[in-house]
């Protein structure tokens, strides 16, 4: 099984910063990982796919890049409401996991 | 507008059962592969089953082989999860989740599971 490690687990910011996010997989799962961020009392929201696709609807200030078991999610400027839970998620094969995640949160 | 609406979610004693449902509507329900998601209270995500268009592949994690069966009415637009000999770390919000070939791109607001004596 693949297994997600996430870093930092917190990382503390305030809006107008560039956050960046790691995810990191235990074997190559070439450009098959998404994101998602959750916001409190709420369900995840699908952000990025294959590495580097933003979904529908989500701004271009979140981006994602890396392939093969290193990969970053940027957001070039926090806004309010981007202060979240990040997952990072992989479908190489099953069974599909997710990274632990990370909270950004306001400084 | 898509939406998924998940019921059952109850709670229960250890060693007992519950059957989650989720209603679809807004997308071809018949063309689109499904997930059954779990959040523990205060914890992260993890994968529990799913299931492919028409019902003829299923998958589940490890920990529930066995116990949870994962299936699909698409005449109703219904996905169900039958859950037993349930324990107390399958407790958690359950969410019914569309797969969308890449990800995960639509998600229901979560059923509660407690199993507690």
């Known amino acids: 099984e693949i297994v997600l490690t996430q870093s930092p687990a917190t990382l503390s910011l305030p809006p107008g910063e560039r956050a960046a996010l790691s995810c990191r997989a235990s074997?190559?799962?070439?450009?098959?990982l998404a994101w998602y961020q959750q916001r409190p009392g709420q369900a995840p929201r699908l952000l990025i796919y294959?590495?580097?696709n933003r979904a529908t609807g989500i701004p271009a200030r979140f981006s994602g890049s890396g392939s093969g078991t290193d990969f970053t999610l940027s957001i070039s400027s926090l806004e309010p409401e981007d202060f979240a839970v990040y997952y990072c998620?992989?479908?190489?094969?099953?069974?599909?996991?997710f990274g632990p995640g990370t909270k950004v949160d306001f400084k | 507008e898509v939406q998924l609406v998940e019921s059952g979610g109850d709670l229960v004693q250890p060693g007992g059962s519950l059957r989650l449902s989720c209603a679809a509507s807004?997308?071809?329900?018949?063309?689109?592969?499904m997930h059954w998601v779990r959040q523990a209270p205060g914890k992260g995500l993890e994968f529990v089953s799913a299931?492919?268009?028409?019902?003829?592949?299923?998958y589940y994690i490890d920990s529930v082989k066995g116990r949870f069966t994962i299936s699909r009415d698409n005449s109703k637009n219904t996905l169900f999860l039958q859950m037993g000999s349930l324990r107390t770390e399958d407790m958690a919000v359950y969410y019914c989740?569309?797969?969308?070939?890449?990800?995960?791109?639509?998600w229901g607001q979560g059923t509660l599971v407690t199993v507690s004596s």
């Open positions: 989740v569309r797969w969308n070939s890449y990800g995960l791109d639509y």
């Open positions: 807004g997308f071809t329900f018949s063309s689109s592969a």
């Open positions: 299931i492919n268009s028409n019902g003829g592949s299923t």
């Open positions: 074997q190559s799962v070439g450009t098959y």
């Open positions: 294959d590495a580097s």
């Open positions: 998620q992989h479908r190489n094969n099953w069974p599909f996991s």
